[in-house]
């Protein structure tokens, strides 16, 4: 026998770009050397090369686009985001636009045709045959963030009294079949979506059985108008690898597949992380106006709401002229308060979102976080009060810092879990505006309890 094959590992293998691959195409760019570029890029995979495009200044981004000419890869377009995908489509202009959207999936087309504004649009389709045109418009008409955006509208479908043999006759002739599919999708004589076979059971059956008897039940479809979350929680729910979509009639209209749920997902994960800190998801590729402009607008709040806190240390400053020690302790309870509250409200908006907080379980979570505030409260409240005692000499000042310890680290922990659910409650995405309330309420009520008790206990 022959010596075994070596299986090749995830380690042995190249992922992403390495800093040499990276090096050489920057140096082909800055050089201007198409042959070098050439070689530089070689079989770079084209979501590695949409991550290089991504990093680039915007002279040597259109540099490379410039080289790449007819031989731009459709399949680039719909790995880029925001403002890059923008300038890239500025650069190839909308014929060559036109020419790769034709060759792409219904829903990658979409996806980098809503970068277009609505003049571009109109440009860009208007080089496309009609039947691609109006199916692309078909999907433009519904919500954004919608599952008829999401969806795919070539389908493979079938009737139920297709033999197997038939279905894979069908499969083999057919030259206009999505590019990935992992479901066939059995449809009654109205085109309503009646069951669904996956292809490697219909690939083990008997070629002369009707489709229709070795069918699951078609449980789990899609409504056109159904928001990208909800289905990605359907898709995360039930392991789905694929969803039939349907109109408002019920019938097929088209196909969303596991591996658009997984931009969805990822799209979701950073666009929630992103907003609690109150920057965009494509910070990193805006100019500086564009991020100026964007962050300025919570920064603003942020301002406001430090006066507010301000206004309340303003209600106390008789106090703290004579206990100077008070100006020296307050930013402890309001950072602790702070910290306190970020830890339910980053679980809440998180578990809100893959629905795992409910109505069924909020009155058992907002307890839990409750305690959790009031135990972890009442330690840091002992550790902070023997420090306050060791620094100041003062058992009373001590006492006051521990109680207030106390009571921001319970109120941080029952708001930091109640604003969200508040938020979502009224449909006010938590992500956006749970932050500014939180910090807002921890800073005044921190503030307060320290100077409060103080001026009870103290003077």
């Known amino acids: ?46 979501a590695d090369l949409a991550d290089l495009i991504e990093q680039l200044s915007h002279e040597q981004r259109r540099s490379l686009i410039e080289s790449q000419g007819s031989d731009l890869d459709p399949e680039l377009l719909s790995e880029l985001h925001g403002p890059v995908l923008a300038e890239v489509l500025d650069l190839i202009g909308p014929r060559e636009a036109a020419a790769a959207l034709a060759q792409m999936d219904s829903d990658d087309a979409v996806y980098v045709l809503n970068e277009f504004d609505d003049d571009q649009q ?28 999401l969806m795919q ?36 004589g109205e085109n309503r979506p009646v069951g669904t076979v996956p292809l490697d059971r219909m690939l083990r059956t008997h070629a002369d059985l009707a489709v229709g008897l070795i069918m699951g039940k078609a449980e789990h479809l899609v409504p056109v108008d159904m928001d990208q979350e909800e289905v ?73 709401n ?22 020296v302790l307050m930013p402890i309870v309001a950072s602790m308060g702070g910290n306190a509250a970020t830890q339910p409200l980053t679980v809440a908006v998180r578990t809100l979102a893959t629905k795992e907080l409910t ?8 307890l839990k976080e409750f305690w959790v505030g009031a135990i972890n409260g009442s330690v840091f409240a002992l550790i902070v009060g023997i420090i306050g005692f060791g620094w100041f000499g003062d ?24 604003v969200p659910i508040g938020l979502d409650r009224v449909g006010v995405d938590p992500a956006i505006a749970s932050g500014v309330f939180v910090t807002t309420v921890t800073d005044v009520v921190g503030f307060l309890a320290f100077l409060g008790l103080a001026t009870l206990l103290l003077l």
């Open 359 to 366: 109505t069924a379980n909020a009155r058992r979570v907002v």
């Open 1 to 46: 026998m022959g010596e075994p094959l070596a299986r090749e590992t995830v380690e042995d293998r190249q992922v992403g770009l390495d800093d040499q691959q990276r090096t050489a195409v920057i140096a082909a760019l800055d050089d201007g050397d198409r042959e070098a570029l050439r070689a530089a890029l070689g079989d770079i995979h084209v």
């Open 153 to 188: 509208r070539d389908v493979v479908a079938v009737p139920d009294y297709w033999t197997i043999g038939r279905v894979l006759q069908y499969l083999r002739g057919e030259a206009d079949l999505p590019d990935r599919f992992y479901e066939i999708v059995v449809v009654d």
């Open 306 to 327: 430090a006066f507010l806190a301000a206004s309340v240390i303003g209600l106390f400053d008789g106090t703290i002229e004579k206990i100077v020690a008070l100006a």
């Open 122 to 149: 109109r440009e860009v389709l208007a080089e496309l045959a009609p039947a691609e045109r109006q199916a692309l418009q078909a999907s433009l008409a519904f919500p954004e963030d919608s599952a008829g955006r």
């Open 232 to 304: 990605a929680f359907l898709f995360q729910q039930y392991r789905l690898v694929s969803a039939a979509v349907v109109d408002r009639e019920g019938r097929l209209a088209g196909v969303i597949t596991a591996d658009d749920i997984a931009d969805v997902i990822e799209e979701e994960v950073e666009e929630d992380a992103m907003l609690l800190g109150g920057v965009a998801e494509t910070d990193i590729q805006e100019s500086v106006w564009d991020t100026i402009r964007l962050r300025f607008t919570w920064l603003f709040v942020n301002l406001g």
């Open 395 to 418: 058992w009373e000042l001590g006492l006051v810092l521990g109680c207030a310890m106390v009571i921001n680290m319970m109120v941080a922990a029952l708001v930091g879990v109640l």
